[in-house]
């Protein structure tokens, strides 16, 4: 199974779409908290979902149980540290058992979807790395 991820921060909408239709990518899933932000740009939990089908006919979905807590990202913002961040959301992504409520066929060719532009530093990446580790069998790939 191949599972990747994409931010759309410091990218162009054509540079975005591009590597999501180059890498095959079948269903983009949203990881955010909030996907209508002013700042989300073409990003925007409408606007991505109409371009996605309209320029990629790609699938869009929002899955606010991949998605941290407020507490956390206030935490972080407010000068917690990464290891912190990552340790509550890995924590709360095994109490909330997402690899069981996820039905892992429906993943293959699947994108995490969040703002950042690097995954080095988002959850997204821990999403992924998170899934990974439960089911088995995957293949993460950063876009």
Not at 15 to 39: K, P
Not at 45 to 55: H, K, N, S, T
Not at 105 to 127: I, K, N, T, Y
Request: aromatic residues 10%.
């Amino acid at each position: 199974m191949k599972l990747f991820t994409i931010g759309f921060t410091k990218t162009t909408a054509e540079s975005f779409f591009t590597r999501l239709m180059e890498a095959g990518v079948t269903r983009v899933i949203d990881v955010r908290i909030s996907n209508s932000s002013q700042l989300a740009g073409f990003a925007k939990q409408a606007d991505l979902e109409y371009f996605l089908r309209a320029i990629a006919e790609i699938d869009y979905e929002h899955h606010l149980e991949l998605a941290p807590t407020e507490e956390l990202f206030k935490t972080y913002r407010g000068g917690g540290s990464w290891e912190d961040l990552e340790a509550g959301y890995t924590a709360l992504l095994a109490e909330r058992r997402v690899e069981e409520q996820l039905d892992r066929e429906r993943f293959d060719g699947v994108c995490l979807l969040c703002s950042e532009h690097e995954p080095s530093q988002c959850h997204r990446r821990l999403a992924a790395e998170y899934l990974a580790s439960r089911w088995g069998g995957v293949e993460i790939e950063h876009l």
